[in-house]
């Protein structure tokens, strides 16, 4: 737990309050005082409601929906902070948005993911938090320290009381998630299997076939992220079609935008079980899904930072 007094400063936007709440309670202190609001055209307007200057500011802010109000509430934070002559300051994003583009898939195509690198360290941010970055170049991405938390073992340990025998297959929905579901199957201590499909175009998705055995088993579909939920649920029947028995999926990151929500219901997915990165409104949490909190990983994390401690005890 943080004892030094208040050297410390915890910060949150309005993306996710929970958990920046709950991640403020594990470190035994409180979320800093400020406002954040917006002018009568739409800006974003911060004050920050307490002195921070000399202090090690953290500032709790995801970047999911709205991702562009998300995203300037987070810059104008931390110029804030930076204004008021804060000793350092860590951005603490928890789903990092805007990381799909990180390469030109096309020509003429942004690399979007650099260019929120850039405007986070314009803005003055000394260091970021993140957790499963979709994509590890990223954090190349950043002239800044970068520490890139996992949401698998929180993941792994639930599902590790389901298993039993040799009944259970740990799937990577594409090719991808491979690193991320060998790493899952190897700490579960089962095998792998691969679904090799065919995106004709953005949000759309084609199974060609399942590399691996998955006939009669349980099939774990592992992935860092879920916006629209068609590869997830398309991946799930294709597992049924090959005599899967039974299908679970798990997530770091829950976007589950547009008519998810409404695929997940109808899928042969029997449990979607994900980290609390994003909040999840109310309208959205359904009987199928379980939330599970990263707060105990990123709270260690904060500590770790604020003392200069080794980031790798941290799943130990």
Same mark, same amino acid.
């Given at each position: 737990?943080?004892?030094?007094?208040?050297?410390? /400063?915890?910060?949150?936007?309005?993306?996710?309050?929970?958990?920046?709440?709950?991640?403020?309670?594990?470190?035994?202190?409180?979320?800093?005082?400020?406002?954040?609001? /917006?002018?009568?055209?739409?800006?974003?307007?911060?004050?920050?409601?307490?002195?921070?200057?000399? !202090?090690?500011?953290?500032?709790?802010?995801?970047?999911?929906?709205?991702?562009?109000?998300?995203?300037m509430?987070?810059?104008?934070?931390?110029?804030?902070?930076?204004r008021?002559?804060?000793?350092?300051?860590?951005?603490?994003?928890?789903?990092?948005?805007?990381?799909?583009? @990180?390469? /030109?898939?096309?020509?003429?195509?942004?690399?979007t993911?650099?260019?929120?690198?850039?405007?986070?360290?314009?803005?003055?941010?000394?260091?970021?938090?993140?957790?499963?970055?979709?994509?590890?170049?990223?954090?190349?991405?950043?002239?800044?320290?970068?520490?890139?938390?996992?949401?698998?073992?929180?993941?792994?340990?639930?599902?590790? /009381?389901?298993?039993?025998?040799?009944?259970?297959?740990?799937?990577?929905? @594409?090719?991808?998630?491979?690193?991320?579901?060998?790493?899952?199957?190897? !700490?579960?201590?089962?095998?792998?299997?691969?679904?090799?499909? !065919?995106?004709?175009?953005?949000?759309?998705m084609?199974?060609?076939?399942?590399?691996?055995?998955?006939?009669?088993?349980?099939?774990?579909?592992? @992935?860092?992220?879920?916006?629209?939920?068609?590869?997830?649920?398309?991946?799930?029947?294709?597992?049924?079609?090959?005599?899967?028995?039974?299908?679970?999926?798990?997530?770091?990151?829950?976007?589950?935008?547009?008519?998810?929500?409404?695929?997940?219901?109808?899928?042969?997915?029997?449990?979607?079980?994900m980290l609390?990165?994003?909040?999840?409104?109310?309208?959205?949490?359904?009987?199928?899904?379980?939330?599970?909190?990263?707060?105990?990983?990123?709270?260690?994390?904060?500590?770790?930072?604020?003392?200069?401690?080794?980031?790798?005890?941290?799943? @130990?």
């Amino acid at each position: 737990m943080i004892t030094h007094g208040n050297e410390i /400063k915890l910060f949150a936007g309005n993306s996710n309050r929970p958990l920046a709440e709950l991640i403020a309670k594990k470190l035994n202190t409180a979320l800093g005082d400020v406002e954040v609001s /917006k002018f009568s055209d739409g800006e974003t307007s911060v004050h920050l409601g307490e002195t921070v200057r000399g !202090r090690d500011l953290f500032i709790i802010q995801s970047t999911s929906y709205p991702v562009n109000d998300n995203l300037m509430e987070l810059l104008i934070m931390i110029d804030a902070a930076k204004r008021a002559s804060a000793g350092r300051v860590t951005a603490v994003m928890p789903y990092f948005g805007y990381a799909r583009q @990180d390469r /030109k898939a096309r020509s003429r195509d942004p690399i979007t993911a650099k260019l929120v690198a850039d405007l986070i360290t314009s803005a003055g941010a000394d260091r970021l938090l993140t957790m499963d970055l979709h994509a590890a170049q990223i954090q190349g991405f950043f002239n800044i320290p970068v520490d890139n938390l996992l949401g698998g073992p929180t993941l792994y340990s639930y599902f590790a /009381k389901q298993i039993s025998g040799d009944d259970f297959v740990v799937v990577s929905p @594409d090719v991808g998630s491979v690193n991320r579901a060998r790493k899952v199957a190897e !700490r579960l201590n089962c095998p792998m299997a691969i679904i090799d499909k !065919r995106r004709p175009k953005a949000n759309v998705m084609e199974v060609m076939n399942i590399i691996g055995n998955v006939d009669g088993k349980k099939c774990l579909l592992v @992935d860092d992220m879920i916006d629209t939920g068609g590869t997830i649920v398309q991946g799930a029947q294709a597992l049924v079609d090959a005599g899967a028995t039974s299908i679970y999926a798990c997530c770091s990151h829950a976007v589950l935008s547009g008519p998810a929500i409404e695929r997940i219901e109808k899928s042969p997915i029997e449990k979607l079980v994900m980290l609390d990165t994003i909040q999840l409104p109310p309208e959205k949490k359904i009987p199928k899904i379980e939330i599970l909190s990263s707060a105990d990983i990123f709270a260690a994390a904060i500590e770790n930072v604020y003392l200069d401690k080794p980031m790798s005890k941290i799943y @130990d």
